[in-house]
């Protein structure tokens, strides 16, 4: 199996802590030969995990892809609204591309990223993970072998966590969507996808409903301050960052505004940065809570709800067939058959590698349809992307229009006018 090489733009928690580490663990498949990283210490971490010398290590995607071709591969992991730029650049250097979700929250660079990797005929793969896990892979792998019969409706929740919210969607890098995405793309783009996958029928339309309804000013309580550490009621809040970041269970987060867990740095941290900023006055805007409803072209029906304020962060599927029914959450899956009453329980393995094996396994699969590819379609190409993408786009647009249904087709052609006169 031939070794392919690879360069890194983005060396931050998904690009360096999720993806790369497969060069690390499999070193005659992939090799990182470049990296492009703006913050020094992570660059610098990379590099020398991955034996990159200096020349070859670079502030930014412009400098690194200014040079000529110097790998197969180019994995970008940048900020969602600074995927675009990179991407097509890397793209008209015949780079295959693999790129963290989402593709940008914009749909016209979306059909323009999908466009520019079919004029160069090279590979644009979106990091869509969970379609790479043993876990939806075998309740993909039960759908088609049709154990439930006819798909009716599925049920999706995306129980995000009162913590993972806290510090992802409310102080940390996807809180404000004039910065970074919507909610339902930010987050809850896989769902979008896992759906429009599963269900394996056009979405024909969508509307939905959510808000920032708790994190917000309105709610602070009296007596709060702008920073956890400077606040009265801090010990009474379950948001408290301090509560968080300098215990054992959460403490690996801090890892996003310090290198070191010494509880000195991540007190600083918590002074400085915004993940120490009280969860009522951040400048977040993205909603906490969202619900969306689909309808597909075979009259079948999904609802998605997404919601910051459970316990445990997980996600859980109820899909109805005609002949059956199908419940799966954390690792195991429960048919249950209409015919003879047989329920049967599938229990997935633990795996180690992050998302449930997908951080892993996609970038295996990629590898794999580099190797192997002549144009064709894969499971995570753009072209399945941006379906997947547009159901969202169209849900933020009928949230943001109290709720009013859109039609998937009239909405996507209404794009594709725009992009030809752009």
Same mark, same amino acid.
């Given at each position: 199996?031939?070794?392919?090489?690879?360069? @890194?733009?983005?060396?931050?928690?998904?690009?360096?802590?999720?993806?790369?580490?497969?060069?690390?663990?499999?070193?005659?498949?992939?090799?990182?030969?470049?990296?492009?990283?703006?913050?020094?210490?992570?660059?610098?971490?990379?590099?020398?995990?991955?034996?990159?010398? =200096?020349?070859?290590?670079?502030?930014?995607?412009?400098?690194?892809?200014?040079?000529?071709?110097?790998?197969?591969?180019?994995?970008?992991?940048?900020?969602?609204?600074?995927?675009?730029?990179?991407?097509?650049?890397?793209?008209?250097?015949?780079?295959?591309?693999?790129?963290?979700?989402?593709?940008?929250?914009?749909?016209?660079?979306? @059909?323009?990223?999908?466009?520019?990797?079919?004029?160069?005929?090279?590979? @644009?793969?979106?990091?869509?993970?969970?379609?790479?896990?043993?876990?939806?892979?075998?309740?993909?792998?039960?759908?088609?072998?049709?154990?439930?019969?006819?798909?009716?409706?599925?049920?999706?929740? =995306?129980?995000?966590? *009162?913590?993972?919210?806290?510090?992802?969607?409310?102080?940390?890098?996807?809180?404000?969507?004039?910065?970074?995405?919507?909610?339902?793309?930010?987050?809850?783009?896989?769902?979008?996808?896992?759906?429009?996958?599963?269900?394996?029928?056009?979405?024909?339309?969508?509307?939905?409903?959510?808000?920032?309804?708790?994190?917000?000013?309105?709610?602070?309580?009296?007596?709060?301050?702008?920073?956890?550490?400077?606040?009265?009621?801090?010990?009474?809040?379950?948001?408290?960052?301090?509560?968080?970041?300098?215990?054992?269970?959460?403490?690996?987060?801090?890892?996003?505004?310090?290198?070191?867990?010494?509880?000195?740095?991540?007190?600083?941290?918590?002074?400085?940065?915004? *993940?120490?900023?009280?969860?009522?006055?951040?400048?977040?805007?993205?909603?906490?809570?969202?619900?969306?409803?689909?309808?597909?072209?075979?009259?079948?029906?999904?609802?998605?709800?997404?919601?910051?304020?459970?316990?445990?962060?997980?996600?859980?599927?109820?899909?109805?067939?005609?002949?059956?029914?199908?419940?799966?959450?954390?690792?195991?899956?429960?048919?249950?058959?209409?015919?003879?009453?047989?329920?049967?329980?599938?229990?997935?393995?633990?795996?180690?590698?992050?998302?449930?094996?997908?951080?892993?396994?996609?970038?295996?699969?990629?590898?794999?349809?580099?190797?192997? *590819?002549?144009?064709?379609?894969?499971?995570?190409?753009?072209?399945?992307?941006?379906?997947?993408?547009?159901?969202?786009?169209?849900?933020?647009?009928?949230? $943001?229009?109290?709720?009013?249904?859109?039609?998937?087709?009239? *909405?996507?052609?209404? $794009?594709?006018?725009?992009?030809?006169?752009?």
């Amino acid at each position: 199996m031939a070794q392919l090489t690879a360069i @890194l733009i983005g060396a931050g928690a998904r690009g360096a802590g999720s993806y790369a580490p497969f060069a690390l663990d499999y070193p005659h498949e992939l090799k990182f030969v470049a990296v492009a990283e703006p913050d020094a210490n992570r660059r610098e971490k990379f590099a020398k995990q991955h034996n990159i010398p =200096e020349e070859m290590s670079f502030e930014s995607w412009e400098q690194l892809l200014a040079n000529p071709k110097l790998a197969d591969i180019a994995v970008i992991c940048t900020m969602d609204r600074m995927h675009f730029h990179p991407t097509i650049q890397a793209l008209n250097n015949k780079y295959h591309v693999l790129l963290e979700k989402p593709m940008s929250p914009d749909p016209l660079e979306c @059909l323009q990223m999908e466009q520019a990797a079919r004029e160069n005929n090279v590979l @644009l793969s979106i990091c869509h993970v969970l379609r790479y896990t043993p876990f939806w892979s075998k309740i993909k792998q039960i759908l088609s072998d049709g154990h439930i019969g006819d798909i009716v409706s599925i049920q999706l929740n =995306e129980n995000v966590g *009162y913590w993972h919210i806290a510090h992802s969607f409310v102080r940390g890098n996807w809180n404000n969507s004039d910065t970074s995405s919507p909610m339902i793309l930010a987050k809850s783009c896989h769902d979008m996808d896992v759906l429009s996958w599963l269900m394996d029928q056009p979405c024909v339309r969508v509307n939905s409903y959510g808000s920032l309804m708790h994190f917000n000013e309105a709610n602070a309580p009296e007596g709060s301050a702008d920073r956890c550490l400077d606040c009265a009621v801090e010990t009474t809040c379950p948001y408290s960052a301090p509560r968080f970041y300098l215990s054992e269970q959460f403490k690996g987060w801090a890892r996003h505004f310090t290198p070191e867990l010494t509880k000195e740095n991540i007190v600083q941290g918590l002074r400085e940065t915004n *993940y120490g900023r009280c969860v009522y006055k951040s400048d977040n805007n993205v909603v906490d809570h969202q619900v969306v409803g689909m309808e597909f072209a075979n009259g079948a029906t999904a609802m998605f709800s997404m919601c910051g304020f459970t316990f445990e962060q997980e996600r859980r599927i109820q899909i109805m067939g005609t002949r059956g029914e199908l419940r799966g959450d954390d690792d195991k899956i429960t048919l249950f058959d209409f015919l003879t009453h047989q329920k049967t329980e599938i229990t997935i393995p633990s795996q180690s590698s992050g998302h449930g094996g997908g951080d892993a396994g996609i970038v295996r699969s990629f590898l794999t349809d580099v190797r192997n *590819y002549h144009g064709q379609e894969t499971l995570t190409s753009a072209v399945a992307s941006v379906r997947s993408h547009l159901m969202a786009f169209a849900a933020e647009a009928s949230r $943001l229009d109290g709720g009013k249904s859109i039609e998937l087709t009239a *909405y996507a052609e209404e $794009l594709m006018k725009q992009s030809v006169t752009k």
